[in-house]
């Protein structure tokens, strides 16, 4: 029987000259064979099985060097023991030769026609030798080529070995590159500080305090509003360490930099923090009192880890230059406290009208706590935050006793701010260029640079206030209260006035006498009553599909809802089946004080935020959560204006329904410029007044239509605010121009009284919201301009007299001159829902009646006051005419959606 391996069966083998240094001389390549001849050249002939042949298992893929070929084996498979294992007793891997093979018993090898020697073709490689089969392979051993594909001892026979291979040269790169790595993260550091130190000279304080720079505020044509200079506080002289209290000393440190006495220029944590959220994408840092020094007296504010390295370095340059006094000196002498003031005596003047060695330590205290945010400085919950705490941390160092601690109870008052402008600017521009500068600090907004920034940077602010209509403001205001000031001298009126196509403050009067009134009343919080009423309206279409415009409900009075019995104004009615348009109209507040019991007053809460109403509001000289109760829970009161909020959140409420539910937060500034004209802010690169969808955040024809059906449910509200009889004289505007409004007010407790009194209205081109009340807390208010239903002088003042007065006068002038625009088309969202608890087999009235006790026309839609309270919840029983009255027995039935709570006294009303 024929081998059918044939010769490729065979192991060659090389005579003893070619193996004289492989194995040594005379041996043969394999046991049990002899050595080949030499065939053409003096090389050994090259083997069947590596001759060139049609591709087969071991031709290596093109591109790839050539691989040796594999021993062949026969059908028994390898020999025990793996490649290369010594032969057995019967030749290789133990396996009897059969008959017909080598070393058979008295057989001939066989040759087939596919495996004859021959000596017609060449070698395949004659420029190299072939070691035997499953010998190691040395460099010099390999194919042409393959030292580009791999390392000496990395020659490959399977797809598994060449990726494990190919593991070990990532691990290698990895390898070196770490080395790499760890050689400049611990050499750079202190090469690039090297050459940082001898880069950067510390600052001197007189030069610091002597770059401050004059600003400028434009108007929206650009024309100057206001130029504002630093206050230095006296002479501007430079005050020495010793002049400089320790109490002083020790609060700014307390507030600043607890360690700067001990540390090398910098505090490790506050820079641990400072990169930390840096690398989180948030501004700010925890810059000591050497760093901070180092940033001011710079003017480099960039929020970048470049600076702040910069600023470390030179920190610690300063203080190894320069002791620890002189360095607080020349901190406590530049640093920005608000106010205008540069510096600890000018502070000290600025906010207690005092020099610095008259500072008690709670007034050091509250001074130190300044120096954090200066913008905010107004803000009261602010500063009792920022003094309660430098005040604990005095104690914690040892700088103040726990006893002396105890004797200061509340933060101290400071004295009424009349930095701005030095007294030049008059009332109404100086409340317009604080809120300006206010948005300009407010790092939550997006600019973040406070006013020492500003004047550094010698600014020139560029807003949308519009010069005119800042006047015809003014005049407004003026033509009507000038006749309830002579009675009052604590009467007064605020009004502020948005662009809802861009969310633009074109006017902004917040008063006239900021000598006689520091409070900015257009951004002072109180109850809206009524006018709250179309927020309400808007939660109720989100809330169910089936309330509309003419979806029904009770108009009575006198009904008991959610626990508690809602009465309306002079106890008028729009009957037992009353539409929402009629009801909103009519501003009745038993309809929208059921519509907020039914779907929760948390949906009314989120509505109103979704306006643009700001979840935060300064109550009784606190920041509190808007439209809530103190025990976080809100009652049905806010359906017919319960809870505070200023002038402006209700312009901006209204600016978001006149946009189509398209909010953009109302602002002041739209660039800021260096005093070289280099841009440092433009409007239109801040993310914070991106418009966006309000009321329905995925569904943009939806959210529109939302907005649209409260438009037109207060289409008719203007033209039925009417201090006469014949109707003539009432809110709508000249030129029959189209226009959205609601009147609100609200009562003063229980009095039967009113205190604040409300017109909020928009065309498209723009929204206007009116307040009037009193500067000095809640107090009834009288009128005395005009007023031909009831009494013409002395007459308690609703939505519909001052206020809407004002509005008007304001609305006329702004708007002369300028095109009619209509409002968008109008598709009513179609809910027609009965929530009356009668039947629809009688049609709905419209029929307006009245109790018999009231001063107003029958006929003519009245203002349904809101009752109100100083505090709220109540604490006590309450009674009122509009709200039944409450036990202060804890059983009392309330609804389980957190409907208790609410001032004393009724809700709501027309305005």
Request: proline share 8%; charged share 20%; glycine share 12%.
């Amino acid at each position: 029987m024929s081998d059918e391996r044939g010769d490729e069966a065979q192991w060659p083998s090389f005579d003893e000259s070619e193996q004289a240094g492989r194995r040594g001389g005379g041996q043969p390549a394999w046991p049990g064979e002899q050595p080949t001849t030499r065939g053409p050249g003096g090389r050994p002939p090259v083997p069947p099985s590596q001759q060139p042949t049609m591709r087969g298992p071991n031709t290596p893929p093109r591109g790839y060097p050539p691989q040796p070929p594999r021993r062949p084996m026969g059908p028994g498979g390898p020999p025990p023991g793996g490649r290369g294992g010594p032969p057995g007793p019967n030749g290789m891997g133990g396996r009897p030769p059969g008959p017909g093979q080598r070393g058979g018993p008295n057989q001939p090898t066989q040759r087939s026609p596919f495996n004859q020697p021959t000596d017609m073709l060449p070698p395949v490689h004659e420029e190299y030798q072939r070691e035997p089969e499953l010998m190691t392979h040395r460099e010099h051993d390999l194919p042409p080529g393959a030292r580009d594909y791999l390392e000496p001892d990395e020659y490959l026979e399977n797809e598994a070995d060449e990726a494990t291979l190919r593991k070990k040269r990532i691990w290698r790169r990895v390898r070196r590159s770490a080395y790499v790595l760890c050689a400049v993260g611990f050499v750079g550091p202190i090469v690039a500080f090297i050459i940082t130190y001898f880069m950067v000279t510390p600052p001197d304080p007189l030069t610091v305090l002597h770059q401050q720079q004059t600003m400028t505020i434009f108007y929206a044509d650009g024309s100057v509003m206001a130029t504002l200079g630093p206050s230095g506080g006296g002479d501007k002289t430079i005050l020495t360490i010793d002049k400089i209290p320790k109490v002083v000393q020790h609060a700014v440190e307390a507030a600043e930099d607890e360690t700067f006495e001990t540390n090398s220029g910098f505090d490790i944590k506050g820079i641990g923090r400072a990169v930390l959220s840096q690398l989180r994408g948030n501004g700010g840092g925890g810059s000591g009192i050497t760093q901070q020094y180092v940033k001011k007296a710079t003017g480099n504010e960039d929020h970048t880890l470049t600076r702040k390295w910069t600023e470390l370095v030179q920190a610690i340059k300063m203080s190894q230059v320069q002791s620890k006094d002189q360095i607080l000196d020349a901190y406590l002498n530049t640093v920005y406290f608000g106010r205008g003031a540069y510096g600890i005596q000018a502070a000290s003047q600025a906010y207690f009208g005092k020099n610095i060695d008259q500072l008690n330590p709670s007034e050091a205290a509250f001074l130190a706590g300044c120096i954090n945010v200066p913008a905010y400085n107004e803000d009261p919950t602010w500063t009792n935050g920022r003094w309660t705490y430098t005040m604990g941390r005095m104690v914690a160092n040892g700088w103040l006793s726990q006893t002396d601690r105890d004797q200061y109870k509340e933060q101290p008052k400071p004295v009424a701010n009349s930095s701005d402008g030095g007294g030049a600017l008059d009332g109404k521009t100086t409340f317009a260029v604080r809120q300006i500068l206010a948005e300009a600090g407010d790092p939550n907004f997006g600019i973040g640079k406070g006013r020492d920034d500003l004047q550094q940077l010698g600014a020139q602010i560029h807003t949308t206030i519009d010069k005119k209509a800042m006047q015809q403001a003014e005049d407004a205001a003026n033509a009507v209260m000038s006749k309830d000031t002579p009675h009052n001298p604590n009467i007064a009126s605020s009004l502020v006035s948005i662009d809802p196509k861009t969310g633009g403050i074109v006017a902004w009067y917040g008063g006239s006498d900021t000598k006689a009134w520091s409070l900015d009343m257009a951004d002072t919080a109180q109850q809206p009553g009524s006018s709250f009423k179309p927020l309400v309206f808007l939660a109720g279409m989100r809330a169910n599909s089936q309330i509309g415009l003419q979806s029904l409900y009770n108009g009575t009075s006198g009904q008991t809802i959610g626990g508690r019995k809602v009465n309306n104004a002079d106890e008028e009615s729009c009957g037992q089946q009353c539409t929402v348009w009629n009801a909103m109209t009519q501003s009745v507040n038993t309809v929208f004080y059921k519509m907020t019991d039914d779907i929760g007053p948390s949906a009314v809460r989120k509505a109103a935020f979704d306006a643009g109403i700001a979840t935060t509001q300064v109550l009784v000289g606190q920041r509190q959560p808007a439209l809530q109760n103190a025990d976080g829970t809100t009652a049905d009161g806010i359906g017919i204006g319960q809870y505070e909020v200023r002038p402006r959140d209700m312009a901006q409420a209204y600016a978001t329904l006149a946009n189509n539910g398209v909010y953009i937060p109302s602002h002041f500034i739209t660039s800021i410029k260096d005093s070289s004209g280099g841009n440092v802010y433009d409007a239109s690169a801040n993310g914070k007044l991106v418009p966006t969808q309000a009321f329905d955040k995925t569904d943009s024809l939806k959210n529109a239509q939302l907005a649209r059906n409260v438009t037109e449910s207060m289409t008719k509200v203007a033209a039925s605010s009417c201090a006469d009889r014949a109707k003539t004289i009432c809110a709508n505007l000249q030129g029959n121009r189209p226009v959205a409004a609601k009147t609100g007010t609200a009562q003063y407790e229980d009095t039967g009284h009113n205190s604040n009194a409300w017109m909020v209205g928009y065309t498209p081109q723009v929204v206007t919201a009116v307040w009037t009340g009193t500067r000095n807390g809640l107090a009834p208010i009288y009128g005395y301009y005009q007023n031909h239903i009831g009494p013409s002088q002395d007459y308690d003042i609703y939505g519909r007299e001052e206020p809407s007065y004002i509005w008007q006068k304001f609305m006329n002038t702004y708007l002369q001159g300028k095109p009619v625009e209509n409002f968008t088309p109008f598709k009513d969202l179609g809910g027609k829902g009965n929530f009356s608890g009668f039947t629809t087999t009688t049609t709905p009235t419209d029929t307006t009646t009245t109790g018999s006790s009231t001063t107003t026309d029958t006929t003519t839609p009245s203002d349904d006051p809101t009752s109100t309270n100083k505090h709220h919840p109540p604490t006590s029983s309450t009674c009122a005419p509009f709200i039944g009255c409450q036990p202060t027995d804890t059983s009392t039935t309330t609804k389980t959606n957190g409907n208790s709570g609410g001032p004393p006294g009724g809700f709501g009303g027309n305005g």
